[in-house]
């Protein structure tokens, strides 16, 4: 059973940067999607950022996030970073480390796609 350990969540003003980081242990599987999904109070949990273990580790993003957060993966393979830049209000959420079985299928995953979650880490944006 792997288990995902969050941190780097704050409060910032609009503009400003923060990076989320999630290490997994207990997790033996040759492949994986791992990365970032976020649910904003009243709204339903969506997917941010992941990042697949192939050649060039492609990486996914939404488009309301794309060109201003950056997903890497740690050498060991079990850890991801988000960095994200340019924050805005809207980006206020829980966030949610997650990792799928196997390969990011060529798009951004479903939140019931996901077998594995982290507690989550809270982003606050002011404005």
């Known amino acids: 059973q792997a288990q995902l350990v969050e941190s780097g969540g704050g409060s910032v003003q609009a503009g400003g940067s923060l990076r989320l980081s999630c290490a997994a242990s207990?997790?033996?599987?040759?492949?994986?999607?791992m990365g970032w999904f976020r649910q904003a109070a009243g709204k339903e949990r969506e997917g941010v950022a992941l990042?697949?273990?192939?050649?060039?580790?492609?990486?996914y993003y939404s488009d309301s996030v794309r060109g201003r957060f950056t997903i890497s993966r740690g050498s060991g393979k079990n850890t991801v970073y988000l960095q994200m830049n340019s924050l805005k209000p809207e980006d206020t959420a829980m966030y949610y480390c997650?990792?799928?079985?196997?390969?990011?299928?060529?798009?951004?995953?479903?939140?019931?796609?996901?077998?594995?979650w982290g507690q989550g880490t809270q982003v606050t944006v002011s404005s």
């Open positions: 990042v697949g273990t192939g050649v060039g580790y492609a990486a």
């Open positions: 997650a990792i799928m079985i196997g390969t990011c299928r060529g798009r951004l995953p479903r939140d019931y796609e996901i077998n594995y």
């Open positions: 207990g997790y033996t599987y040759s492949s994986s999607c």
